[in-house]
């Protein structure tokens, strides 16, 4: 019997974080490192309808940088980034939408529907959810940069209870396609919906001052943390746009935010209704 009630114990460990949650907007960003095990991606899908089902008003933005890069490399063209951001030409832009609001979005949607969830796919370019411009200073292409988020198709799909999935996509002013970085995308989104929570799941346990040492692990940043380990260049990559995005979130009024380990069984429910703080919290101050 006291098996049973220890399973009990931990289901209630759940209650205060649920109170805490529920009603309450989190947006997930989901990342294409953290998608590549379909079995891993499986638990992430019922993470999500277990959260939906607690009451948790979930949103979706996901990536799928190595999904691009693969499906370039079969189609003969070489990936290149800057900075942290695919360089973008034109047929680049045609095969980033094509598996990012094609293949990935409907993927994502059927895999929370299986679940009997409520789920819709959107791009950035539905309703000018995305809208953007061209990025600069340096010229990277179709690269988008976001001149404003228009939340109400995602706010209506909140208020009807299904899951929004969002692919990084955005619409420019002379109606042409932008690629966006779906950190950046991730964290506008979460600003627009005066999101409670915003969690980036990404392919490393969080931040580190010392990539390489294990104990470095970092279980805080604020903002003073973060403009340190940037000017001594101990963040780099995908690392960056991810820090710069979570950062401004706080700052503009995201109540929580945390990078976390998608290749973690349950890292969301962990993250989110467990004692077990996992992952880098972005600290406010
Ligand atoms: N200081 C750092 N701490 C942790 N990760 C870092 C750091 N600097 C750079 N990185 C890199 O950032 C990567 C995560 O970003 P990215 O590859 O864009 O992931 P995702 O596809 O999930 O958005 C890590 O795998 C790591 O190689
Ligand atoms: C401009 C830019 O770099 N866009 C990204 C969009 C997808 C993305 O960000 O996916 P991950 O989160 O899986 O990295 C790209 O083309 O890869």
Redesign the pocket.
Known sequence: MERYIEKARVIMEALPYIREFSKKTVVI?Y???A?ESPQLKELVMQDIALLKLVGINVVIV?????A??EMMQRLGKEPK?VD???Y?DEETMEI?EMV?SGLINKELVAAVNAHGIKAVGLSGKDNRLILAKKKGPKD?GM??EIISIQPEVVQTLIASDYVPVIS?VGVGEDGKTY?????IAAGEIAIALKAYKLIYMTDIRGIYEDINDENSFLSTVNETAINRLKKEKKISE?MIPKIDSALKAVKQGVEKVHIIDGRIEHSLLLELLTDAGIGTEIARG
Do not use: C, E, Q, W
Not at 62 to 66: Q, T
């Open positions: 960003k990342g294409g490192n998608m996901h990536g799928g940088g190595p691009i890069s980034f942290g951001y695919r973008t980033t990012l990277i690269v988008g990084p690629n966006i970085n779906a950190d995908g």
